[in-house]
């Protein structure tokens, strides 16, 4: 944050100082300013929102600052996010970004975690492994929002790993043992690493333990080299202005060239100058080119929505095709289950008119039945006619059963294609509510029942052969009863 190094600069140091920051060094009317512009900067942030966090480095060595801005700002709930990373990666990362000596790297990297640690005794605080949040970002992150109760969205997940968390931050790592065999860092150092790496991923609580006392022996060991940081400073501040020394001149030399080149560019204005009349026409005809090409994509634009119109025009009609095809093929499917109907009525209508037939026939032969069982019971014959009836009559009843097992027959086949007519019937009903095409359909059913009536003749044929044969019965019943006495009809 700019406020951050702002108030560093006025304190006299950098971040990268390793001497001990003075608060007095700062007057309480200027201190009060910068309370007034970071209370302002809290306050403003927490109008919109209710959960609010930055990151900053140099927070580490000004958290007494900050704790006082927000003891003014009323912020109640407060907790801290202390990332660990290995003191070699670090100096490793330094030495090769900004050039620092590896052993004041890890100098740094002992003031700033001893000061935060100090610092955030009394307060809510997490501490967070830096190599397994490159590894394992997703978990690390989950176990952070649920220690500090904070709800995590999907969105804000991916945003974290997709815009500021990418596994390129880290170009190093080291173990804990290469550290202590380094050489480059105070047992107390490397104590204090090892007993925050034990405390990663639970709430630190700087109120005893162990962790404690390797704090506690850090801090001693940085007072022990006060006057050694505040002589790494010194040097640091001698080569600093040492190198602005040299920026300067430097500096010098380049606005000594920029005159020279100011003047050479002047010379070269007043040739071009010349060529301005030029210029004119030329940006005249590009003006004009510009708007030819303007019209041109324009017209390109319209070209492509109609061809995007005729794509569109194009599947609808294949779509529309396909339809039609589905159609034609459920009509003639249509069609063969309606002929399928009309010949089933036909065929039913015949078997209808066999059965009325057969009744008529079967209570024809009752009647003449009961004629024979009379005639029987009052004629009396000779043994050769007699036989000769009894034929006949056995004939005749043999007929009768026949008869009356075919009529049995047809009203059990007349029931099937009752129901089967019923069932085609309603079946004939849905596929007319479905296609209103079908009716010319009437045209073939007339020539079908011009066929039925054709068929009828040969019906009535058969009649008139029933009544031939009825008709020989009656005249050789009538020829027997003529050939007996007259007596004898009355027994």
Request: glycine share 4%.
């Given at each position: 944050?700019?406020?951050?190094?702002?108030?560093?600069?006025t304190?006299?140091?950098d971040?990268?100082?390793?001497?001990?920051?003075?608060?007095?060094?700062?007057s309480?009317?200027?201190?009060?300013r910068?309370?007034?512009?970071?209370?302002?900067?809290?306050?403003?942030?927490?109008?919109?929102?209710?959960?609010?966090a930055?990151?900053?480095?140099?927070?580490?060595?000004?958290?007494?600052?900050?704790?006082?801005?927000?003891?003014?700002?009323?912020?109640?709930?407060?907790?801290?996010?202390?990332?660990?990373?290995?003191?070699?990666?670090?100096?490793?990362?330094?030495?090769?970004?900004?050039?620092?000596?590896?052993?004041?790297?890890?100098?740094?990297?002992?003031?700033?975690?001893?000061?935060?640690?100090?610092?955030?005794q009394?307060?809510?605080?997490?501490?967070?492994?830096?190599?397994?949040?490159?590894?394992?970002?997703?978990?690390?992150?989950?176990?952070?929002?649920?220690?500090l109760?904070?709800?995590?969205?999907?969105?804000?997940e991916?945003?974290?790993?997709?815009?500021?968390?990418?596994?390129?931050?880290?170009?190093?790592?080291?173990?804990l043992?290469?550290?202590r065999?380094?050489?480059?860092?105070?047992?107390?150092?490397?104590r204090?690493?090892?007993?925050?790496?034990?405390a990663?991923?639970s709430?630190?609580?700087?109120?005893?333990?162990?962790l404690?006392?390797?704090?506690?022996?850090?801090?001693?060991w940085?007072?022990?080299v006060?006057?050694?940081?505040?002589?790494?400073?010194?040097?640091?501040?001698?080569g600093?202005?040492?190198?602005?020394?040299?920026?300067a001149?430097?500096?010098f030399?380049?606005?000594?060239?920029?005159?020279?080149e100011?003047?050479?560019?002047?010379?070269?204005?007043?040739?071009?100058?010349g060529?301005?009349?030029?210029?004119?026409?030329?940006?005249?005809?590009?003006?004009?080119?510009?708007?030819?090409c303007?019209?041109?994509?324009?017209?390109?634009?319209?070209?492509?929505?109609?061809?995007?119109?005729?794509?569109?025009?194009?599947?609808?009609?294949?779509k529309?095709?396909?339809e039609?095809?589905?159609?034609?093929?459920?009509?003639?499917?249509?069609?063969?289950h309606l002929?399928?109907?009309?010949?089933v009525r036909?065929?039913a209508?015949?078997?209808r008119?066999?059965c009325?037939?057969?009744?008529?026939?079967?209570?024809?032969l009752?009647?003449?039945?009961?004629?024979?069982?009379?005639?029987?019971?009052?004629?009396?014959?000779?043994g050769?006619?007699?036989?000769k009836?009894?034929?006949?009559?056995?004939?005749?009843?043999?007929?009768?059963?026949?008869?009356?097992?075919?009529?049995r027959?047809?009203?059990?086949?007349?029931?099937?294609?009752?129901?089967?007519?019923?069932?085609?019937?309603?079946?004939?009903?849905?596929?007319?509510?479905?296609?209103?095409?079908?009716?010319?359909?009437?045209?073939?059913?007339?020539?079908?029942?011009?066929?039925?009536?054709?068929?009828?003749?040969?019906?009535?044929?058969e009649?008139?052969?029933?009544?031939e044969?009825l008709?020989l019965l009656d005249?050789?019943?009538?020829?027997?009863?003529?050939?007996?006495?007259?007596?004898?009809?009355?027994?």
């Amino acid at each position: 944050m700019a406020l951050n190094q702002e108030l560093m600069e006025t304190l006299g140091c950098d971040w990268n100082s390793v001497a001990r920051i003075d608060e007095r060094s700062i007057s309480s009317v200027e201190l009060a300013r910068f309370e007034d512009r970071a209370v302002n900067l809290l306050q403003d942030k927490f109008k919109t929102r209710t959960v609010w966090a930055f990151k900053d480095p140099r927070t580490a060595r000004l958290l007494w600052f900050w704790k006082r801005v927000i003891e003014r700002a009323e912020i109640l709930d407060v907790s801290y996010v202390l990332c660990l990373r290995n003191p070699l990666a670090v100096s490793e990362s330094l030495h090769v970004r900004n050039g620092i000596d590896r052993a004041v790297s890890i100098l740094l990297w002992a003031i700033y975690t001893v000061e935060a640690l100090q610092q955030i005794q009394a307060s809510s605080t997490v501490l967070v492994d830096y190599d397994q949040l490159i590894e394992d970002g997703r978990e690390v992150l989950r176990q952070v929002a649920q220690k500090l109760r904070l709800e995590l969205s999907g969105e804000i997940e991916e945003s974290y790993f997709t815009e500021f968390l990418t596994s390129d931050l880290r170009h190093s790592r080291f173990r804990l043992e290469e550290l202590r065999s380094s050489g480059l860092a105070d047992p107390a150092i490397v104590r204090l690493y090892e007993q925050l790496l034990k405390a990663t991923g639970s709430d630190v609580k700087l109120d005893g333990g162990e962790l404690v006392g390797a704090m506690e022996s850090a801090a001693g060991w940085l007072q022990e080299v006060a006057a050694i940081r505040s002589a790494i400073d010194r040097v640091n501040v001698a080569g600093r202005d040492q190198r602005l020394s040299t920026s300067a001149q430097a500096e010098f030399e380049r606005t000594e060239m920029f005159r020279l080149e100011c003047d050479r560019l002047r010379e070269r204005n007043g040739l071009l100058e010349g060529r301005q009349h030029e210029t004119e026409n030329i940006r005249a005809q590009v003006e004009m080119f510009r708007l030819e090409c303007d019209r041109l994509r324009e017209r390109n634009g319209l070209l492509e929505g109609r061809q995007h119109e005729m794509e569109d025009f194009r599947a609808e009609v294949e779509k529309l095709q396909l339809e039609c095809d589905g159609l034609r093929s459920r009509n003639d499917l249509l069609e063969g289950h309606l002929d399928e109907m009309e010949r089933v009525r036909s065929q039913a209508e015949i078997f209808r008119l066999e059965c009325d037939r057969l009744r008529e026939r079967n209570g024809e032969l009752d009647g003449r039945l009961g004629e024979m069982e009379n005639f029987r019971s009052h004629a009396e014959t000779s043994g050769l006619e007699r036989d000769k009836l009894r034929s006949r009559n056995n004939e005749l009843e043999a007929r009768l059963a026949e008869e009356r097992s075919n009529l049995r027959s047809c009203q059990s086949r007349m029931m099937v294609l009752n129901a089967a007519i019923e069932r085609e019937r309603d079946r004939n009903l849905r596929l007319q509510s479905r296609n209103s095409a079908l009716q010319t359909r009437v045209v073939g059913l007339r020539a079908e029942r011009q066929w039925i009536a054709a068929n009828g003749e040969t019906i009535l044929e058969e009649l008139a052969q029933i009544r031939e044969e009825l008709t020989l019965l009656d005249g050789r019943r009538i020829a027997l009863a003529l050939k007996r006495p007259w007596w004898k009809m009355f027994r």
